[in-house]
């Protein structure tokens, strides 16, 4: 079992940044994937980004690249999510997600596809 806790939301200005954290525990944290998703108020939950557990492949929503960056520490077992140049509609509870998978390069944008999920961490951006 897989526990993830997630921090560093919080209210921000348009053009702002946030450094959102996602700390694990429970388990070899190196052999998980691990993605960021969203959810904001009446709209259905959606992928934002995704890392391998080797860090050497990533996939980002097209609605975040170029603004977001996630990254991984193994040897933290945590995995960040760097969000910069905020916008009104980047406004959502951010959910961490992860999954075991030995594949070096393995990584999804589903979110069927994680089996273990974080309790969410509030993001909001004022206009």
């Known amino acids: 079992q897989v526990q993830l806790v997630e921090s560093g939301g919080g209210l921000v200005q348009a053009g702002g940044s946030l450094r959102l954290s996602c700390a694990a525990s429970?388990?070899?944290?190196?052999?998980?994937?691990m993605g960021w998703f969203r959810q904001a108020p009446g709209k259905e939950r959606e992928f934002v980004a995704a890392i391998s557990w080797s860090g050497a492949s990533i996939q980002y929503a097209d609605s975040v690249k170029g603004r977001f960056t996630i990254s991984r520490d193994n040897a933290k077992d945590t995995v960040y999510l760097q969000t910069n140049s905020l916008k009104p509609e980047d406004t959502a509870v951010y959910y961490c997600?992860?999954?075991?998978?030995?594949?070096?390069?393995?990584?999804?944008?589903?979110?069927?596809?994680?089996?273990?999920w974080g309790q969410g961490t509030q993001v909001t951006v004022s206009s």
């Open positions: 997600a992860a999954s075991y998978n030995s594949a070096p390069y393995y990584v999804t944008t589903r979110g069927a596809g994680y089996d273990y």
């Open positions: 429970g388990h070899t944290f190196s052999r998980y994937y």
